[in-house]
């Protein structure tokens, strides 16, 4: 394995990566270090949680002059704004030691406050691809000046529809110059953007055994539905000290509102959401919030997601397996990053065994199941995605006595005059009602209130 020390970095350099307290470059920097410096095209595939940001910054800030132009020299695009704000930080912890400007831009803040920024000039620009083409067009941001453009999470950006933004900005730049692109998976998509744009490109890749798939202890549950899935989940967020920084992926926008409302309902001010609908100011304090401390748990959707920089993650857990099998290679890989061991929890409903069985087929292992644990109750309630299509028509005119959507209320006002009762609680009531207490079924809580 070889150390900093064996890379030809510049004293400034040294100086950061020994403050940062980091001892051996990472396989993908290792690798991209002398490629990204001869000047070639390069494409790197390599998920979060690689160093890939150092893996081109190394390389980059390297060979970058002290420079007074207004201008930027380097370009890095990237799909959301949060990635900007990473990228943004990751750079200036690199630059810590070295005279440098960076700039990042990105969509939902007045224009004309980035305009004043352009021009106050800088070095780096680190962007979303419809800012930088607005900036652009504006003339206000000249493109003419890059050397080098790095288009991180390629896959993720073509997956949001960037890919015209992309070409319109591919045009006003200048035809020679650098381009290094990172992508966590290979598409179609994306190897049709190398063969338009790129020029003999070098390839560099780490191979899928040396992810940080080692490092992460895998378990799954088989879990009969949604609100099933919601009281395993609870149950084991009671562990706090087990749990201690939770991030939960949801299948979509909806179900992850809906879990973190029912994740709130127990753990009041522990948890927080993110995912493309919630605004920019909303997205940045959960994160704030999750990498303080000051919250343990944040539910996501996938994009949103992948590329984060979440520190020190304890559990990934999945309450879906994912359509693409590689997403979740790259939820997982949200914990146990560089040199940390994490854990990742799957739940799966029977409809779902397929999915499942795709993702361990791509990464040749079997995930160990493990029992729902007795105490946690098996509900019966369906959301309205789960039911069968008659019945869901049903529930649209509230017909149903069946079904009532949502948990109960009575069962809440109830739960909020206790105060921590953590896991034991959900016990009591069990012995209780001996059966199993359904949650959120209204009828079966009205049948027992009568006895
Ligand atoms: P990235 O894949 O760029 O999102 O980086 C993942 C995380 O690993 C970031 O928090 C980096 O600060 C950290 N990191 C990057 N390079 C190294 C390294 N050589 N050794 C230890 N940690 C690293």
Redo the contacts with the bound molecule.
């Keep these: 394995m070889i150390s900093f020390q064996d890379l030809d970095l510049s004293n400034p350099l040294r100086n950061s990566i020994e403050d940062?307290g980091?001892?051996?470059?990472?396989p993908i920097?290792e690798q991209a270090f002398s490629v990204v410096r001869s000047g070639k095209d390069v494409v790197g595939i390599?998920q979060?949680?690689?160093?890939?940001?150092?893996a081109y910054m190394l390389p980059i800030l390297r060979d970058l002059k002290f420079s007074k132009q207004q201008h930027p020299r380097i370009l890095v695009l990237v799909p959301t704004r949060e990635l900007v704000v990473q990228v943004v930080d990751?750079i200036e912890k690199l630059a810590k030691y070295i005279n440098l400007r960076v700039l990042g831009v990105y969509g939902g803040v007045n224009l004309n406050r980035h305009k004043e920024a352009v021009l106050q000039g800088t070095d780096i620009i680190v962007a979303t691809p419809g800012r930088l083409y607005d900036l652009a067009i504006s003339r206000v941001l000249k493109l003419k000046s890059i050397q080098k453009v790095v288009i991180d999470e390629v896959d993720v950006m073509l997956d949001l529809g960037f890919r015209f933004q992309l070409l319109n900005i591919f045009e006003l730049l200048p035809v020679r110059r650098q381009n290094v692109m990172f992508s966590a998976t290979m598409t179609e998509d994306v190897e049709a953007l190398i063969d338009d744009y790129f020029v003999g490109p070098k390839k560099i890749a780490i191979a899928v055994s040396g992810t940080p798939l080692d490092n992460i202890e895998q378990v799954a549950y088989n879990v009969p539905n949604f609100y099933t899935k919601i009281n395993l989940l609870l149950e084991l967020l009671f562990d706090k000290n087990e749990f201690g920084k939770v991030l939960i992926f949801a299948p979509n926008k909806r179900n992850a509102d809906r879990i973190f409302n029912l994740v709130e309902d127990e753990f009041p001010n522990q948890s927080c959401v993110i995912h493309s609908n919630k605004t920019q100011n909303y997205r940045l304090r959960s994160i704030e919030e999750f990498n303080n401390g000051n919250h343990r748990i944040l539910i996501a959707t996938d994009v949103i997601a992948r590329g984060l920089?979440l520190n020190e993650i304890t559990h990934v857990i999945n309450f879906n397996p994912t359509q693409y099998p590689e997403n979740y290679m790259h939820r997982i890989g949200r914990t146990g990053?560089?040199?940390r061991k994490g854990k990742s929890i799957l739940f799966a409903t029977e409809n779902e065994q397929k999915v499942k069985l795709a993702i361990e087929e791509l990464m040749d292992y079997k995930i160990p199941l493990v029992e729902i644990p007795e105490q946690v109750v098996i509900s019966k309630e369906l959301t309205e995605e789960e039911r069968p299509s008659e019945d869901r028509d049903q529930s649209k005119n509230r017909t149903s006595q069946e079904y009532v959507p949502g948990p109960a209320f009575h069962e809440k006002k109830e739960k909020n005059k206790k105060v921590n009762l953590g896991g034991s609680y959900r016990r009591e009531i069990v012995k209780k009602y001996k059966k199993p207490k359904t949650r959120g079924d209204k009828n079966y809580n009205k049948r027992n209130k009568k006895k």
């Design positions: 940062l980091f001892i051996n470059p990472t920097q390599a979060t949680g690689t160093g890939k940001t150092f990751e920089d990053r560089a040199e």
